[in-house]
């Protein structure tokens, strides 16, 4: 029985080794340049990759193990620093979080250049004997290779501790991921820093990928699988804190490893419970310092009703798509569908994310459950269809309301994660809770009530829910509330000196984005026929995130535009081309490049200033 | 594939295309396909290369009833929703006469579901979900390859000769792995009564902690593992139980395992002497199957894999129907579909009237290591219908 | 009665007494000046008055209610009008709309969904703005106003909830000395008209002379004169603390 703990404990703290090293460079990254890094996924698969390559040239000994992985690391380091220099160098002004649509379009360039190069089947690297044999313990065996790794964690720990602490470029890191501004005042040259940062970073990712090859294979999953966990060990240590991160992953690791023991099934979701319990005590991580009050450097725009000239714009688009049915195919049709859902999905983020101060990572949460609120009432309780259009949204918006207590009282990244974190919760009950949603298989038969069935008539009933819904966002925005809110992202000071209660007012906004999610689920659930747990993951609250992103947070046309254009990017290049990843990527970073401040806040900035000259 | 890339890329023009009136004479007939071809590409690819190779034999043939075939793909990214927007195109703008295709089960669920609410005809696959044929099966509805139901039951009889007492599961989490580990554990207790079932491992699909999987179901000393893991998972779970011994002196059922797309990624770690289903591409010669590998080798130059074959005869089998229906009316082809028999690189197969299930079947045999690589050796070929309920229970399941 | 009163108010931070012992009081359109060399508790004097900081002991008293350790929102609820160090405003609002929203927020209209805000109070905010000269530049968006006219802007939005007292953190920090003035002087009127108290720290000595009615100085964490500016200016121990460290007037 002892025995069995201690290799279990064992397992876990290779697990966490494992964890640590990807987490370590996503950490510093985040810390000194605050770019969250979704690539940084990628860059791990191609660790992988890359070190297949070199290791399976290689004699299987350990010494050219060892070079073949520092190999791979310097590889990994040159290609970070490039990554660095060509194109995030470009975008350091722009709004926070754009980072993030832009190494999302790394992400997804990546993934088709790995498969071009490497093809679409698993890598695996053959092992030597050495990395098979094992240590007993009682009559249980641990691998040596486990061992190997759990020493390596702290190794590495203990290297960057030094490197930080020692040496003057780590001082200017650890200052800089206290004080960016600061240390640009100190005349340091911040670029250089941010390049060698990034190899760094890039290195770490590198060395995680190559030293997981012996425990499996390089293959074209890898990217996206780590990715999360590494976030939530990045959060749940504190963001920007080495040591934090080595905690988070102790703490992850070794509660998953029993964890399996105990409950198998909790592998689907136990690490973003252990992350939102930590955030709900601790709100900045383990080890992390309460991020310094600082304006927001977004909200230096004066926000504006749209003048009169972009009204009438709006209201021609808004006839035009009224009128679409009459000179679109059904085809056209489903896509014009699908862009009044995500334009009024985009639009309760933005009211939250942009006014409101708050970005999530996991708006699907509350999409999804509007969406299976509508297929059980409707299925489970045979209730009419606009019962559950009526549902769908109460019920999102009370979930939102419980989870927003612990939410709102969080802020910038920690509130993101904390968002993802309950809609991975939502998700896995979703999963999980088979005979009521029928599991990853979903609910189907979802279809509209008989008057609704024509798909003209549901086009034209969700196009007019989904306009009222997002110009009800529009008004509650320049009505009193929405000013209050706005305040209290400007000036947390200011609005707590003439009395507003900010908590309650992201609370309120949080609710009524929840809601406004939900009516956009049900609709989608009806237009689609069916629900999935799909609607509540990751990815789908990461659409969200892009559309939003991408059309600009700092006006109201921006959702709406961003809606548009990136779901009929996406749905055109899935018909156009095997290489869609790579085109939307590579269509991504371009918008970013061309339009820094979303493609509608650009167009307006450009405006004004035709209007000025 | 790149005449039909460029007729999707017509389709995505502003306009739509207006419908065509085609004569019943010499137009080909349309077939829309959807796959996870970006979001699964190890299996997706070589069932795409399969699909193709048919087409083009069954075109060079002359087709059938004197008009070609030709298949119009779609990529899903593994995603139902986008799948059932992209039926809708299929079927709308491209007037397909009937559509095909889908890996994941939830997709080809969600597929079968938009047939049923258009009143076209679906042929699934590769989907395994067994409610595609039972629960939710529907009279425009029909699927090919063995379901999970088959799998478990193709195995079950190696299975119980292991006699042992003690089992393990590990499967991913998710409607295929639940499936099989339910059907498995009925199978098994209802052959070897006293068998006893004393843990489960549920790792999350694509992130399994394999070393933890591996160390909590050694503790439990098991007689016997059923294996249902597949993938990057399946490699990661390997590696971690040879290590550390978990398959030393115990009896291994796998569901799969056998499958090229799965085995060859195992290499000289491959274990050997567990049971499974798959694919013994390198050492099948009779005819049929020997036909096939020849001319995918001579067209693609790979070997093919268990995707290729089912995307080939998924074809064959979309052929004999129209056949036998003697129409792409796609109520005609709802009921004559029923009982065509057609060719497949394992031999005849058949459209079954009682549940549209296909009785192709799969190879089992047990695993072995040949020159560094994984293969499979003392196979037999299991035909689909000697793994299928009977017409009572089946008709039980099946909504009338 | 006294606007403020303030008895015995202490806080230690790990053993260091910052604030020790601290009473004084401010008189309905007095204007009170907080002076000391740097590291004397100023800044934690005045955070424990706008509750930043809740107190180890002693006690506030605003209009005779006690306020002791009460949130910053609901020491602002209670008539405490405040002005930043480092200006705080709302940056994507104009002049007036900032100044809208200090009266919706005044008049508890803040969960209103319905009709715009900029519809609300825009005269009573013009007013306000006209009566600290910031007229002309209503429709500003806050985020491109010179830092002069951020300081007027900060103290027509703490009017808007007719402050019983206000409390002014280095109210001249970063500006020109003729602005210095005027801001003080306006600031002055401002107190008669309102019968406003006004409690502030300033560095500039020409500024805490020139306006204030009293001047407390405190010296690691104790009072340790009160009195008018000619009795400070005239105070022995005074002379010696800001002789001592070296700091005399001018500001920073």
């Known amino acids: ?613 | 594939m790149s005449i039909t890339r460029r007729s999707a890329l017509a389709a995505a023009g502003l306009l739509a295309t207006p419908a065509i009136v085609r004569a019943q004479g010499n137009t080909p007939i349309r077939i829309g396909e959807i796959n996870s071809y970006t979001a699964a590409p190890a299996f997706t690819l070589p069932y795409r290369n399969g699909w193709m190779l048919a087409v083009e034999q069954v075109n060079a043939a002359g087709g059938v009833f004197g008009r070609k075939i030709e298949v119009i793909s779609r990529d899903d990214a593994g995603r139902p929703p986008d799948a059932i927007r992209l039926a809708g195109e299929l079927l709308d703008d491209q007037k397909v006469d009937l559509f095909a295709g889908s890996f994941l089960s939830n997709i080809g669920l969600a597929l079968s579901d938009v047939a049923k609410q258009r009143k076209k005809l679906f042929v699934g696959g590769e989907p395994l979900t067994d409610a595609m044929v039972w629960q939710n099966g529907h009279r425009y509805c029909y699927r090919l390859r063995p379901s999970t139901y088959m799998q478990a039951a193709m195995l079950v009889d190696d299975a119980a000769k292991l006699n042992a007492k003690r089992w393990v599961t590990v499967s991913p989490n998710y409607e295929y792995g639940q499936s099989v580990v339910k059907w498995f554990k009925l199978m098994l207790s209802q052959k070897q009564p006293g068998v006893e079932f004393v843990g489960e491992q549920w790792p999350a699909l694509g992130k399994i902690d394999a070393g933890a999987t591996a160390a909590a179901l050694a503790a439990l000393k098991p007689d016997a593992i059923l294996n249902a893991t597949f993938g990057p998972d399946l490699t990661n779970f390997v590696r971690q139980g040879n290590t550390r011994g978990l398959f030393e002196g115990r009896g291994v059922v796998s569901v799969l395992t056998g499958e090229p797309e799965y085995l060859d990624p195992l290499g000289e770690e491959t274990p050997e002497g567990w049971i499974v289903t798959g694919y013994p591409v390198d050492s099948l010669t009779d005819p049929a199957n020997k036909a096939f590998i020849d001319a995918y080798k001579a067209r693609f130059n790979e070997t093919p894999k268990m995707g290729s074959v089912v995307g080939h005869a998924l074809i064959a089998s979309i052929v004999a129907g129209i056949a036998k229906s003697g129409s792409t009316d796609t109520e005609k082809m709802a009921d004559g579909f029923a009982g065509a028999s057609f060719d497949t690189p394992f031999g005849k197969a058949a459209w079954r009237a009682q549940d549209h299930q296909a009785t192709l079947g799969t190879y089992v045999g047990k695993t072995a290591l040949k020159g560094g690589k994984g293969t499979m050796v003392n196979w037999r070929y299991v035909d689909g219908s000697a793994a299928l309920p009977s017409d009572d229970e089946v008709k039980k399941m099946r909504p009338a | 009665m006294k606007t403020l009163a303030v008895t015995a108010l202490s806080r230690s931070f790990g053993g260091v007494r910052a604030v020790d012992g601290v009473s004084f009081a401010v008189a309905p359109g007095e204007m009170l000046a907080l002076i000391g060399p740097n590291g004397a508790g100023k800044s934690t004097c005045f955070n424990l008055l706008n509750g930043q900081l809740r107190p180890d002991t002693g006690t506030v008293h605003l209009g005779g209610r006690d306020i002791t350790g009460l949130s910053p929102r609901r020491i602002a609820r209670h008539g405490v009008g405040r002005t930043f160090q480092i200006t705080a405003t709302f940056a994507s609002m104009t002049a007036r709309e900032n100044v809208q929203l200090a009266l919706l927020a005044h008049h508890r209209q803040i969960w209103r969904f319905l009709r715009p805000a900029p519809q609300h109070h825009a005269r009573e905010a013009d007013a306000l703005l006209a009566q600290v000269g910031m007229a002309e530049q209503a429709d500003r968006a806050a985020a491109i106003l010179a830092y002069g006219d951020l300081k007027r802007l900060e103290l027509a939005i703490a009017l808007a909830a007719a402050p019983r007292l206000l409390l002014m953190d280095e109210p001249t920090a970063g500006m020109a000395p003729a602005e210095r003035t005027a801001l003080m002087a306006l600031t002055r009127d401002l107190a008669n008209q309102r019968q406003m108290a006004v409690l502030f720290t300033e560095h500039d000595m020409d500024v805490v002379f020139g306006i204030a009615d009293r001047i407390l100085v405190l010296d690691r964490g104790r009072l340790v004169a009160e009195g008018t500016p000619e009795t400070i200016r005239a105070n022995p121990a005074v002379r010696a603390i800001y002789l001592g460290t070296g700091a005399t007037t001018g500001g920073h």
Not at chain 1, 15 to 26: E, P, R, T, W
Not at chain 1, 134 to 143: K, L, Y
Not at chain 1, 487 to 502: F, H, M, P, T, Y
């Open chain 1, 1 to 613: 029985m002892l025995s069995t703990l201690l290799v279990q404990l064992l397992t876990g703290l290779s697990g966490a080794s494992s964890l640590f090293l990807v987490s370590a460079g996503l950490t510093v990254i985040f810390g000194v340049t605050r770019v969250v890094n979704f690539s940084h996924g990628s860059l791990y698969m191609l660790g992988a990759y890359t070190g297949w390559s070199i290791l399976s040239r290689l004699p299987r000994e350990p010494l050219p193990f060892i070079l073949g992985v520092l190999l791979t690391v310097a590889a990994l380091a040159l290609l970070g620093a490039l990554l660095e220099r060509l194109l995030l160098r470009r975008i350091y002004a722009a709004p926070e979080l754009l980072q993030l649509l832009f190494t999302f379009g790394v992400v997804l360039v990546v993934q088709d250049a790995t498969q071009a190069i490497w093809g679409p089947n698993d890598l695996p690297l053959p092992r030597g004997r050495w990395l098979r044999s094992f240590v007993e313990i009682g009559d249980a065996r641990v691998p040596l290779y486990d061992l190997i790794l759990i020493a390596i964690g702290p190794a590495v720990l203990a290297a960057l501790w030094l490197l930080l602490t020692r040496t003057r470029w780590g001082t200017l890191i650890r200052a800089a991921t206290q004080d960016r501004e600061m240390v640009a005042a100190l005349g340091v040259d911040q670029k250089r820093l941010f390049t060698s940062v990034f190899a760094l970073g890039a290195g770490l990712a590198g060395l995680a990928g190559a030293l997981s090859l012996p425990d499996g294979s390089a293959n074209l999953q890898m990217d996206l699988s780590i990715i999360t966990d590494a976030f939530v060990v990045v959060v749940v240590g504190g963001l920007g804190s080495v040591p934090g991160a080595f905690l988070a992953s102790i703490l992850i690791g070794v509660l998953q490893a029993f964890g399996i023991v105990v409950l198998p099934q909790a592998t689907l979701v136990l690490v973003f419970v252990i992350m939102a319990a930590v955030l709900v005590v601790r709100p900045n991580g383990l080890l992390g310092r309460p991020q310094a009050i600082r304006e927001n450097p977004a909200s230096t725009t004066l926000i504006r009703p749209a003048e009169p000239a972009l009204r009438w714009l709006g209201l021609a688009a808004l006839i035009l798509a009224a009128a679409a049915p009459l000179f679109v195919g059904p085809f056209l049709l489903s896509v014009l569908t699908e862009m009044a859902v995500a334009m009024l999905f985009a639009a309760a983020l933005h009211f939250m994310m942009g006014p409101g101060g708050m970005a999530s990572f996991g708006h699907a949460a509350w999409f999804g459950l509007g969406a299976y609120a509508a297929a059980l009432a409707v299925k489970g309780l045979a209730l009419p269809m606009t019962a559950g259009l009526l549902i769908a949204p109460l019920l999102a918006g009370t979930a939102a309301a419980l989870f927003g207590w612990f939410v709102v009282r969080l802020s910038g990244v920690y509130l993101a994660m904390l968002t993802l974190a309950f809609a991975q919760i939502v998700w896995a009950v979703m999963f999980q809770a088979v005979d009521l949603t029928g599991g990853d298989n979903g609910i189907l038969g979802v279809w509209p009530a008989q008057w609704a069935t024509d798909r003209l008539v549901f086009y034209w009933l969700t196009l007019a829910l989904c306009t009222a819904a997002t110009l009800v966002l529009r008004t509650i925005l320049y009505a009193p509330f929405g000013y209050a809110l706005r305040g209290a992202r400007d000036s947390e000071l200011r609005a707590a000196a003439i009395g507003l209660d900010a908590t309650r007012l992201r609370h309120a906004a949080f609710t009524i984005a929840g809601a406004a999610a939900g009516l956009a689920g049900s609709l989608a659930a009806f237009s689609k026929g069916s629900v999935f747990p799909g609607f509540i993951a990751i990815s789908r609250s990461v659409d969200a995130l892009l559309m939003v992103l991408l059309g600009g947070v700092q006006s109201m046309a921006g959702p709406i535009v961003g809606a548009i254009a990136y779901t009929g990017l996406f749905d055109l290049l899935l018909l156009a081309t095997d290489q869609w990843r790579a085109v939307l990527g590579l269509s991504i970073i371009v918008l970013v490049l061309a339009f820094p401040q979303g493609i509608a806040g650009t167009a307006h900035r450009l405006w004004l200033r035709g209007k000025e000259a």
